[in-house]
């Protein structure tokens, strides 16, 4: 007796744990990363940062109030509390930046954008979404096909998640 799987369901779209993980998949997933990741470089290059500067300008424009302490800055970079200062200190020399002292807690320092910062960062969130839509069909395709990827030592139903 058969039965009839949802096609939308995770057991439908999971392969069976014997067949080969996606390499194909994987590797145009992971081209289309490194397309992306390069052409960051090339358009902070032209305004005179790097690509890491941008990442630390974003994620303080996401935060509450647009202002991060360089704790909070250096968890999202995935860093070292130096590595922020480092990253923070030249950001403030090109005046994209500026820091200043928690009223809360005086021992904090929080950094913000400056008008300078905010325009810069500005004009290159507009030019990464731009890209990033160039690279959304590869993208879309790519994780479709690797939806269904079986997670390595996992049990026979786990399939890689990627929502």
Known sequence: MSTKRDPGSAAARARPLEEAPDYESLARFRFAIRQ?????????????ITSQQYQVMLCIKVRQRAEASLKQIAEDMLLLPHGAVQLVNRLETMKLVRRRKSAVDGRMVLVSLTSKGRDILSRLAKDHAVELGRHEPLLADCLQQLRGMPVSGSAPAETLSLT
């Open 36 to 48: 992306f990741l390069s052409y960051s470089d090339s358009v902070a290059n032209a305004v005179g």
